[in-house]
């Protein structure tokens, strides 16, 4: 006899009705013109799109402060809901919803000091959140011998190497599991 899994023995999607905030994905202050943007699309083992993950990204101020800054969940006074960012702080965390679509994006800074962004992925279906990193190739050309990527093999570095698609614009699709997965990192 199999019981279905109850809301204690899973991350979602119940987390989506609170976790997502206005602006989410603009980590960059608004106008910056150092932005970059980072996208993708979250797949399942079928390579079917995932519409209800969420996607947090962490990473250094550009000058490599791990510091961070306040400003990413300010509240109205008056209502006390959920008001966004404050526009101008830079605070190195994102957080956003997929779409119908499974898509995601951030806007933000290059990294300072490392050449990645670090991520974790909510899914449903998942015990527990997943993290990972996205590799930038233009930061990692500068930072040659990671220890993180020279440990794997060809085919899997590839799947934390995000895409060039235009000078300001990466893509780094999510696999949940299957073909292509995404490598995973475990800490303890």
Do not use: K, N
Not at 162 to 169: E, G, K, L, V
């Amino acid at each position: 006899m199999s019981l279905a899994p109850t809301p204690s023995q899973t991350v979602g999607p119940f987390y989506g009705h609170a976790l997502p905030f206005p602006g989410g994905g603009d980590v960059a202050p608004a106008g910056h013109p150092g932005t970059v943007t980072v996208h993708g699309h979250v797949f399942d083992g079928r390579g079917e799109p995932v519409p209800d993950a969420l996607v947090e990204t962490w990473q250094p101020a550009p000058g490599g402060s791990r510091t961070g800054r306040p400003g990413s969940l300010r509240r109205d006074p008056a209502t006390g809901r959920i008001a966004g960012r404050d526009g101008v702080a830079f605070t190195g965390f994102g957080r956003v919803a997929t779409d119908a679509d499974g898509h995601w994006a951030v806007r933000t800074l290059p990294p300072g000091g490392v050449p990645y962004l670090c991520a974790a992925v909510f899914a449903r279906g998942l015990v527990h959140h997943l993290r990972t990193r996205m590799y930038l190739p233009d930061l990692l050309a500068l930072a040659p011998g990671d220890p993180l990527l020279e440990s794997l093999d060809a085919g899997r570095r590839t799947t934390l190497v995000a895409a060039r698609t235009d000078p300001r614009t990466y893509r780094f699709d999510i696999r949940l599991q299957g073909d292509g997965e995404t490598v995973f990192l475990e800490f303890s």
